[in-house]
């Protein structure tokens, strides 16, 4: 079983930055995917990032350029930095593993990006 936590959202202005962070915890980790998804009002859960345990990252076209994602594999922990943020970025962000062959999501953290 993995359990995940979740910080770094929050409420924002148009054009600020916010890092959001995964924790990952749990025995005998492989987290061979880490990821951030996303979910506004009324849409479907979309990719924001993903990145692999050789460290490719895929980025969704909505946020390509604006988003960084990162893992430090020592604190089983993923990053993700969001700047130039606009208020289509709100919602709420779930954090995605798949740790061998088993899935986990986290209960999600808000983002808001107020004008």
């Known amino acids: 079983q993995v359990q995940l936590v979740e910080s770094g959202g929050g409420l924002v202005q148009v054009g600020g930055s916010l890092r959001l962070s995964c924790a990952a915890s749990?025995?005998?980790?492989?987290?061979?995917?880490m990821a951030w998804y996303r979910q506004a009002p009324g849409k479907q859960r979309e990719l924001v990032a993903r990145?692999?345990?050789?460290?490719?990252?895929t980025y969704g076209d909505s946020v390509k350029g604006r988003v960084t994602a990162s893992r430090d594999d020592a604190k089983n922990t993923m990053y993700l930095q969001m700047d130039s943020l606009k208020s289509e970025d709100d919602g709420v962000y779930y954090c995605?593993?798949?740790?061998?062959?088993?899935?986990?999501w986290g209960q999600g953290t808000q983002v808001t990006v107020s004008s």
């Open positions: 995605y593993v798949l740790n061998w062959f088993d899935e986990y």
């Open positions: 990145i692999t345990d050789r460290g490719a990252t």
């Open positions: 749990g025995n005998m980790l492989h987290l061979k995917v």
